[in-house]
């Protein structure tokens, strides 16, 4: 069974980072291009970036662009969001997902698994 799964959400306050883990398990995504997805109270799934298998991240949006990073370790099976300079409206439920390629993507409609998500809530 493949499972990814968060961790790391909380609490902060802004200006705080915090780092978001995601770890697979079921089988190695080592040569898949992963991503990161949030999604708030009443608004659509949001792209927040993606890594290559080779450990390239792809364009950020700007809404994270300069805060965000993702890295990612293959002989662990894992993946990460280092969030810096968080803001308000950060806060939602952060999604990390895994693509059936080696292609970066930016829609979610391009992510065959994904994880359960874990709640960030930055206050103000």
């Known amino acids: 069974q493949v499972q990814l799964v968060e961790s790391g959400g909380g609490l902060v306050q802004a200006g705080a980072s915090l780092r978001l883990s995601c770890a697979a398990s079921?089988?190695?995504?080592?040569?898949?291009?992963m991503g990161w997805f949030r999604q708030a109270p009443g608004k659509e799934r949001e792209f927040v970036g993606a890594?290559?298998?080779?450990?390239?991240?792809?364009p950020s949006p700007d809404s994270v662009k300069g805060r965000f990073f993702i890295t990612r370790d293959n002989d662990k099976n894992m993946m990460s969001l280092q969030m810096n300079s968080l803001k308000p409206e950060d806060t939602a439920v952060y999604y990390c997902?895994?693509?059936?390629?080696?292609?970066?993507?930016?829609?979610?409609?391009?992510?065959?698994?994904w994880g359960q998500g874990t709640q960030v809530t930055v206050s103000s």
């Open positions: 997902a895994a693509r059936a390629s080696t292609i970066v993507a930016a829609s979610a409609t391009g992510y065959a698994y």
């Open positions: 890594i290559s298998w080779k450990g390239e991240n792809a």
């Open positions: 079921g089988r190695t995504f080592s040569r898949n291009a």
